[in-house]
Each structure stands twice: as structure tokens, then as C-alpha cells.
């Protein structure tokens, strides 16, 4: 009998600890993507107890429409509590995402909005504005596979 509470026990706290992180992708937030008025952004981050967790954007329109799928951010602070700090604007075609502004998270081109981040194009943005700058992850990967070349 006693083996059998012991076992009921482990069941319970497994299941409440399954409950609490279900490592899923929660609802954050939505920012509106400035010079693009049917545009915004809408942040999910990952259930997960970690000091850093995963965080993914897609764009949807006035209608929550999607625009683009879910792409992933190079990184986040753990538990989000909303999206303040997050920041969404296309400039010149180039659509980007800063956290916290200016340092930039997300770049694409709007003719290749679904592909990969093109982050030649921070150059292009800094023309406009000179405050922005690469998320310093970004820098050393790209050291690393320059490196090898």
C-alpha cells in the first residue's frame, strides 16, 4: 500500500509538471509594424523553463490574415510579460525587428518576406538611421563562417 501512494504521488507530480511546461508556443503580444498600416507583428515565446527561451514572430494583416509564417528571433530574455520592448518597421522595402530597439533581430527584404533573414541589408537601413546595429550573436556567427573560408 505504501509503494502505491509513493507511485500515485510520482503520477501527480509529473502530470503538474507536464501542465506548467508544455512546451508549447504561447501568445505574447502583437506590435504594429510602423510604415506599413495593415501590417503587425504577433510574438510568441516557448513554454519552457529556461533562462533563455525561444522566441518566433509572423506578420498577419488587419484581418489576422497570415502575411508570412512563423519565423524565430536570434534571441529574448526569458519570460516575456508583453511585447513593449519589441519594435516592427519597414523602411525602404526592408521590413526589420529590433529588440530593444536599435539593435536588430529579424531583416528581410518585402519580395522575400517568407525566406531567410538577409542581413547585408542592415547597411541599406543605416543610411536612414545610424543607431542601428547587428545583434552581436549575429556578428560571431558570421566571423566563425568567414573564418573557414
Known sequence: MKNFFRYLFLVILSLILYSCFSE????????????????????????????LTPVEYEIVNERDSLVTGRHGLMGADANLQNVDRYYAKIQDSIFYICYPYPKVMAIKHISNINGSNQWSLIENLKKRDTSLYLDSSYIF?????????
Open 141 to 149: 556567427y558570421k566571423r566563425i563562417e568567414t573564418k573557414g573560408d
Open 24 to 51: 508549447k508556443y504561447e501568445y505574447v503580444g502583437e506590435k504594429k509594424v510602423i510604415n506599413k498600416d495593415n501590417w503587425k507583428i504577433k510574438i510568441y515565446q516557448l513554454d519552457e523553463f529556461e533562462t
